[in-house]
C-alpha cells in the first residue's frame, strides 16, 4: 500500500513539475508578415518581419557572368520593439540585384 502511495505521489509530482521546466514553455511563433524590396541603392536588397520571434536575413539575386547567384544578409533578431533588418549586398555594385527574398528561423 505505501509504495502505491509513492508511486502516485512521484507521478503527480512529476506531473507538476515537468510542464514547468525550462524550454518546456509554449514556443512563439515564428517570424511572420515579412517583407522585402531592393534598397535605396539598386545592388543591396533587404528584409524585415512585423510579428513573431525568431530571425530574418535578405536574399537577393545577384547577376555574374555565367548566370546569377543567390547573396545573404547577415541573420537579424525579430522581436516586438526591435528593428531586425537585414541587408544582402550584391558584390557587382554597378549592376542591379535581379530580385529579393527573405529566410527566416526560430530561435
Do not use: E, F, L
Given at each position: 500500500m505505501k509504495?502505491?502511495?509513492?508511486a502516485v505521489m512521484t507521478a503527480a509530482t512529476v506531473g507538476i513539475l515537468v510542464p514547468?521546466?525550462?524550454?518546456t514553455a509554449s514556443a512563439e511563433p515564428v517570424p511572420s508578415g515579412c517583407h522585402s524590396?531592393?534598397?535605396?541603392?539598386n545592388y543591396k536588397t533587404?528584409?524585415?518581419?512585423?510579428r513573431g520571434s525568431g530571425y530574418v536575413r535578405a536574399v537577393a539575386t545577384c547577376p555574374t557572368s555565367?548566370?546569377?547567384?543567390?547573396?545573404?544578409?547577415?541573420?537579424?533578431?525579430?522581436?516586438?520593439?526591435?528593428?531586425?533588418q537585414?541587408?544582402?549586398?550584391?558584390?557587382?555594385?554597378?549592376r542591379k540585384a535581379l530580385?529579393?527574398?527573405?529566410?527566416?528561423?526560430?530561435?
Open positions: 509504495k502505491t502511495i509513492m514547468a521546466a525550462p524550454g524590396g531592393w534598397y535605396y541603392q533587404w528584409a524585415s518581419c512585423d555565367s548566370g546569377s547567384k543567390k547573396v545573404y544578409g547577415p541573420w537579424r533578431v525579430v522581436q516586438p520593439g526591435i528593428d531586425g537585414s541587408v544582402a549586398v550584391c558584390p557587382d555594385h554597378n530580385a529579393h527574398d527573405w529566410d527566416i528561423k526560430k530561435y
